[in-house]
């Protein structure tokens, strides 16, 4: 980066100083994972010498649960090795057939991936939103940003199942609804996708928050229709029409992208980001309410009890678990 001419590509250059930046990052977790086991042997020795000091103790126990959640964290950032999963992550959540459940259990989604999001000191930014008819939503886009957010959000694409007694029904009858996630990398304009003028069509509307609230009353919103694919794409959460424009077609280059790399996907719901039919049996996990609390990822197998801990965001087992599944499928021994 010291070479007069590492800038005559900017791009490249770009590339390099992400690059540099994430191994840096790894590097000084690494450092900081260090420190803290030295700090703990300290704390042991000084406990061994005084084991009725109940400060120490608690100290001890303290740090102890900070190193672990800090040591997962640090295995959770090793097993990223994707091109574009340090990138920022789009997330799209759309419920299945169902009603006014299916668009609860939409909104119950949204707010699982908010707090996981926040949990990690990630920036959430809604960027397409349509509520529902009497709760819920009918469909959301949003955009996470910080480092290795595709990388672990990439772990929630697909169909996910709620089964509960619906506080919708008078009857208090069990009901079983579905939503598809759909998570995509935020890409680059220097990304190998051509977005061709004559290939889109754009609409503009007026922007609009939850519960049907008017952000503003100028059509700053903007839709962009891909014709050759039919893949349609909307933006409302900026002021103006540009860069609401701007955030469209970001979104519809990560769509392009992961078209290009699932080529073998004919049909058109799939084109449009539904990989898998939202019903019965294409589920990849399971979430149990009742008769009993079980919350399962049926492509590892990994499931927990806490059913409302995993409503809350805490969902990096899971992610591990999966990610740990990928690294034994694509290295089999």
Known sequence: MADPDFWNDQVAAQKIIEINNGLKGKFDNFNALAEAVEELEVLCELLQSEPEDEDLLVELDQKVKKTQKRLQKYQLELLLSGKYDHSNAIVEIHPGAGGTES????????????RWAQQHDFEVETLDYLAGDEAGIKSVTLLIKGDNAYGYLRSEKGVHRLVRISPFDAAGRRHTSFASVNVMPELNDDVDVELRSDDIKMEVFRSSGAGGQH???TSSAVRLIHIPTGIVVSSQAQRSQFQNRATAESMLRSKLYQLKLEEQQKKKAEIQGQQLDIGWGSQIRSYV???YSMVKDHRTGYETGNVQGVMDGELDEFINAYLQYKLQENNPS
Do not use: A, C, E, V
């Open 103 to 114: 668009q609860d259990w939409g909104s119950m989604l949204l707010r699982m991936y908010t």
């Open 215 to 217: 952000i503003n009353k």
């Open 289 to 291: 309410f009742h008769p």
